[in-house]
C-alpha cells in the first residue's frame, strides 16, 4: 500500500509554541528554551489511520514575520493548516485571524485546526471564553493544547491528517 | 568586468564549496527518491538509504516540476544544516541542489531570538501595568467607600454625642437643682420625674447603639421562650395609657388570637420592636389615635400600628428603614430604631414593613413573625370535625404511645415510626399531617422533615422538640416545616395546630 504524503504548514504568531508542538507530537519531547525559529523547520511523522497510513510533512514557519514574501514559496501543496495562538497573549489570537485570511488569499482555503496553546498555563490565560467561541466560527476545530504536557496535541494533528482532501 | 580564467573559476569554486558545503540530488523520475550526485545528504539532515537513494518528499512536496532556479529559502530538516533549496532542469532531467546557509541563518537568528524575546518582554510590562491600573483603580474606590463609611460613622458619633449631651445636661441640672436649700419639696418632686425621663431616654439609647454593634458584628442572638398573648397586649394597653390620656390620644390594643394562649418568641426582642413603632406613633401623632392589633393565626404572629399622625412624604418613607435614617422632624433619636427592628425581625424569620402612609392621614407598620403556639384555650382541646391521617415520627416508644394516644382523642387516625427507614414515601394517598421530633437519635429531624416535604408536597408538616432555642427553630423552618411544637405538648396547642392544617387544607 502506497503511504500518502501530506503537507501541513503550522502558522501564528511568534512564541507561541508552534516548534514546541511539532516537536512534542514527532519526538514525544518538550524544552522550556525559547529559540526563534527562521525561515522554515521540516519534520515528517509517520500515523496509522483506520483505512491507511500517512506521512505528515510539517512545514513549521517562522512567526516572526510570517508573510513577507516567501510566504507563498512556503504555502505551495498544503494540505491542512494547523493554526497557533498562545492563550496567554490575546493578541495572538487576533495574528492567527490574519494570518489565515493572508494564507488563504495565497492558496485558497484548506482545513484548519486552531490550537490555543499553553493551556498549563491556563490560570494566566487571556482569552476568555467568548474569544473561543467566536474562533469557533471561523476555524473547524479548536482545541486547547500544552506543549508541555502534550494536552490534545495528538488530538488536533490527528483530526488534520484524517479530513479528507 | 575582466573574465576569469579557468584556473581562477577552479579555485574559486574550491573555495566556495569549502565555506559551503552542498548537496547535489538527480531525482528520479515519477519519484519521490533522489540519487545523490555530489555532497553529504547526512550534513543536511536527509537519509541515504541502502540503494544510495535519498526520500526527498518533505522537500519536492507542493514544489512546481518546471520550476528553475531558487525555491525555499531559509529551510531546515530536524537537526541539518540550513539551506537554501533550488531545482535545476538539465537536459529533461529534475535536480535538487541545496546549499548550506547556516552561517547567515545563526546570525539573523540571533538578531530575531533578541528582538522577540525584547517584544515578549514589552508585552509582560504592559500586561503589568494594566494589572497594576486596575489594581490602583480597585484601591482607590475601596478607599472612598471607607472615606464615606466614615464620615456616615462619624456622622453618627456626632449625633450620638448630642443625644447624650441633651438628656444628661438635664438630669445634671436637676440634681444641682435638687441640691439647693431653695427648692420646695414639689420642685424636687417635678425634677424626680425629669431626672427618670433623663436616665430611661439614655438607657433607651445605649440599648440601641449596642444592638446595633451586636448585629454589625454578628454577635447577636435570639432566646424564643413562652409568651402569653394576653399578657402582652394587657401590658402594652397599660404602659401607653398615661401617655395617651395626657396627649389626648386615643389608644386602643386589640388581640386576634384564634385560640391561641401561648406562643414561643423571643418576648423581649418582640416587645423593644413593637415599643418602638408605638413610641414613633406616639411621637409624632398630635391628635386622633394610636392603635396596636395583636393577630395569631397558623403559627405567626401579626401586629398592625396604626396612628392618625402626618404620615410620610415618597422620600421619607425611602429612607424610613436605613441606618441613622431619621425623620426630619426635629424628633429626638440615634435613628437606628427602625433599622435595627427590621435586621432583628428579619433574624426572626419574618417581615417588617410600612403597609401605608400618607400625608396628612397617618401611617401604617405591619410585623409579621413566625410565632408556634405552645398552648391553646382548654376548651379548643376536642375533636376536629374533619378527621385527619397522621404520622408520627419521634424515636422515643413512650412519646410514640402517647401521641399517638393524644391524636386519636382529637379524632384523627395516627399511626408512628421511629425514624426516616420505616416511613412509607410512597404511601397514597399521603398523610395529612407528619409530627417529627427534631432529635431522633442520631439523625437530625430537619433530614426526615427535608424528605418529607419532598415527597408530600401538600402535607402538614409540625417539628417537635423540647429545644426552644433560634438554631432548632430556624433548622425545622428552613427544613420546610409548616409550624413547631414545643415538649411537652399540651394537647390544646396540638388541637390549634392540626385546626390549621385542616384549615390549610380546605383553602387548598
Known amino acids: 500500500m502506497k503511504t500518502e504524503v501530506r503537507k501541513i504548514c503550522m502558522l501564528g504568531d511568534f512564541a507561541v509554541g508552534k516548534t ?11 524544552s522550556e528554551r525559547y529559540l526563534s525559529t527562521v525561515g522554515v523547520k521540516i519534520d515528517t511523522k509517520l500515523v496509522q489511520l483506520v483505512d ?9 514557519l517562522a512567526g516572526s514575520d510570517p508573510l513577507n514574501g516567501a510566504a507563498k514559496s512556503y504555502l505551495m501543496g498544503t494540505h491542512g493548516i494547523v493554526l497557533v495562538a498562545d492563550g496567554t497573549r490575546r493578541e495572538t489570537l487576533d495574528s492567527a485571524l490574519r ?24 490560570p494566566q490565560w487571556q482569552s476568555t471564553q467568548a474569544d473561543l467561541q467566536s474562533a469557533r466560527q471561523w476555524a473547524r476545530n479548536v482545541w486547547e493544547t500544552s506543549a508541555m504536557t502534550g494536552a490534545h496535541v495528538e488530538d488536533a494533528f490527528m483530526a488534520l491528517a484524517g479530513v479528507e482532501r | 568586468m575582466s573574465q576569469l580564467s579557468e584556473d581562477a573559476k577552479s579555485y574559486l569554486l574550491e573555495q566556495l564549496l569549502r565555506q559551503r558545503p552542498v548537496l547535489y540530488l538527480r531525482i528520479a523520475k515519477g519519484s519521490d527518491h533522489a540519487r545523490c550526485v555530489s555532497g553529504d545528504p547526512l550534513h543536511f539532515g536527509l537519509v541515504l538509504a541502502a540503494d544510495d537513494t535519498v526520500d526527498v518528499a518533505a522537500l519536492t512536496i507542493g514544489l512546481d516540476p518546471s520550476g528553475h532556479g531558487l525555491q525555499v529559502s531559509k529551510a531546515q530538516i530536524a537537526h541539518g544544516a540550513s539551506f537554501d533549496l533550488h531545482q535545476l532542469l538539465i537536459d529533461g532531467e529534475r535536480f535538487l541542489l541545496l546549499i548550506d546557509v547556516d552561517d547567515l541563518q545563526r546570525e539573523v537568528q540571533q538578531a530575531q531570538q533578541s528582538s522577540n524575546e525584547a517584544r515578549l518582554r514589552l508585552d509582560e510590562m504592559s500586561e503589568r501595568e494594566r494589572l497594576l491600573h486596575a489594581e490602583h483603580k480597585a484601591l482607590r ?4 467607600e471607607m472615606q464615606r463609611h466614615q464620615h456616615v460613622q462619624s456622622e453618627f458619633v456626632r449625633r450620638l454625642s448630642h443625644e447624650f449631651g441633651t438628656p444628661i445636661s438635664a438630669v445634671l441640672g436637676h440634681l444641682n437643682l435638687m441640691d439647693l436649700p431653695t427648692t420646695t419639696a414639689e420642685q424636687s418632686q417635678r425634677s424626680l420625674s425629669a431626672v427618670r425621663r433623663g436616665v430611661a431616654h439614655l438607657r433607651q439609647l445605649v440599648e440601641s447603639v449596642l444592638d446595633q454593634a451586636r448585629l454589625q458584628n454578628n454577635q447577636f442572638e435570639l432566646y424564643p421562650g413562652v409568651t402569653n398573648l394576653a399578657t402582652l397586649a394587657d401590658d402594652f394597653r397599660e404602659l401607653h395609657l398615661g401617655t395617651a390620656l395626657q396627649r389626648g390620644l386615643d389608644w386602643h390594643v386589640s388581640l386576634d388570637a384564634h385560640g391561641c394562649v401561648e406562643v414561643l418568641i423571643d418576648e423581649l426582642r418582640l416587645r423593644q420592636i413593637l415599643l418602638n413603632l408605638i413610641s414613633n406613633a406616639f411621637k409624632f401623632t398630635e391628635q386622633g389615635k394610636v392603635s396596636l392589633s395583636l393577630r395569631w393565626h397558623d403559627a405567626v404572629l401579626t401586629a398592625d400600628v396604626v396612628d392618625s399622625g402626618p404620615g410620610m412624604s415618597a422620600a421619607e418613607q425611602a429612607r424610613l428603614f436605613a441606618d441613622y435614617g431619621r425623620s426630619a422632624r426635629g424628633v429626638r433619636g440615634t435613628g437606628l430604631g427602625l433599622s435595627i427592628s427590621r435586621e432583628i425581625v428579619q433574624r426572626m424569620g419574618g417581615t417588617l414593613r410600612l403597609a401605608d402612609s400618607t400625608l396628612g392621614r397617618g401611617s401604617r407598620f405591619v410585623l409579621d413573625v413566625p410565632a408556634p403556639i405552645v398552648r391553646g384555650q382548654p376548651e379548643d382541646n376536642q375533636s376536629l370535625n374533619q378527621p385527619q391521617q397522621v404520622l408520627v415520627v419521634d424515636d422515643d416508644e413512650d412519646l410514640r404511645l402517647l401521641l399517638v394516644a393524644m391524636l386519636e382523642q382529637l379524632g384523627c387516625a395516627a399511626s408512628a415510626v421511629a425514624g426516616l427507614a420505616d416511613v412509607r414515601l410512597d404511601a397514597e394517598p399521603p398523610p395529612d399531617v407528619a409530627v417529627v421530633d427534631m432529635h431522633l437519635g442520631r439523625l437530625d429531624g430537619s433530614v426526615v422533615l427535608q424528605q418529607l416535604r419532598k415527597s408530600w408536597p401538600n402535607a402538614y408538616l409540625l417539628a417537635l422538640s423540647a429545644d426552644s432555642s433560634q438554631d432548632v427553630l430556624e433548622r425545622s423552618r428552613r427544613a420546610g416545616a409548616d409550624s413547631f411544637l414545643l415538649k411537652p405538648l399540651e394537647p390544646g396547642a396540638l388541637s390549634l395546630a392540626l385546626q390549621v392544617a385542616v384549615q390549610r387544607r380546605a383553602a387548598e
Not at chain 1, 20 to 30: E, G, I, M
Open chain 1, 20 to 30: 514546541s508542538l511539532v516537536n512534542r507530537f514527532v519526538n514525544s519531547a518538550f
Open chain 2, 141 to 144: 474606590e475601596s478607599s472612598e
Open chain 1, 52 to 60: 491507511r497510513q500517512v506521512k505528515l510533512v510539517l512545514w513549521d
Open chain 1, 99 to 122: 494570518i489565515h485570511q493572508h494564507a488563504e488569499s495565497l492558496i485558497g482555503a484548506r482545513p484548519t485546526v486552531l490550537l490555543i496553546n499553553k493551556a498549563d498555563l491556563e
